[in-house]
């Protein structure tokens, strides 16, 4: 489980740093922004945000979408202190709401999230709860982490347990799910709305990015808040650490320097007439 007051302070206490170590949310935004068919660039629509964090999407949104109302939500009123700097029209509005506890009373053309929902403790009923607020045509396009995000940093960890003789269920962060799923959790929601069908369409894609040490990993994490938020515990001791960065020193460096795997998901659903 999230706990959501630690997610929270996390994002709130690295807002201002969020930006500069973002690089691959922000490509995961610009290709969320190329799903979207350009004749729908012009029109009077309506979009929900969720998880804007410092904008970045906002503003892509904003420029794409000159005649559009956008709302913009996030439990972090750090980052949307600073999503508030970077877009300052009229015609978009902040809300600073756990989107898993919000009342939505309005329904919109579009609902677009990027790099949030692996946050959700309950991803079903957030899905569902999503859906229903599209009006007919709408569609909610969405992003997240998959199941391989990390896959050096996790193999590590339960290597690191097994040479320490540790037995615990610990984990170095949440897991994600793969895109079967991510698919499936969609399907179960969506399909017993058989008033509202749907058309799904998926893709996922592996980025890859280098950093010249793993304390410099661990470090852009930390500095994008997205370290771990998990009520279940990790392992923290000092010996095992060391090991930790051992493994991954000697089985995750190339001639680049140290591997880390994004494992980018994404979600087009369209709510259809029939
Ligand atoms: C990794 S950041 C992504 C921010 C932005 N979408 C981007 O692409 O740069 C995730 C954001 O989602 C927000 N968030 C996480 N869970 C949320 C929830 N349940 N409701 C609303 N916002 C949430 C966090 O506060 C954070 O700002």
Redesign the pocket.
Known sequence: M?N?QL??KR?NNH?KT?DAY?DV??N??NQLIDQLSTNFFNQEITIL?????????TQLLCEKFPKAAITA????SG?IDLAKKKVTEDRVSFIC??????RIEKHYDLII????FQ??NSLHT?IKKLYKQLKPAGRLLFSTFGNLTFQELHSCYSHAKQKLGLFSSSSPGQSFFSLDELSQICEQALVPLREHPFKLSKMEKLEIQYFSTVQGFFKSIKK???SNSNEESYCQRPSFFRQLINLYENNHRDENGVKVTYHCLMFNITKTNQ
């Open positions: 999230i959501k997610l929270k994002f807002a969020y973002a949310q922000k995961m935004a945000e969720i998880g804007c964090g410092t904008g970045y999407l939500v996030d439990l972090s980052m709401e756990d989107i898993e506890e919000l999230s990027n790099a949030t946050w959700f957030t994008i808040g997205a």
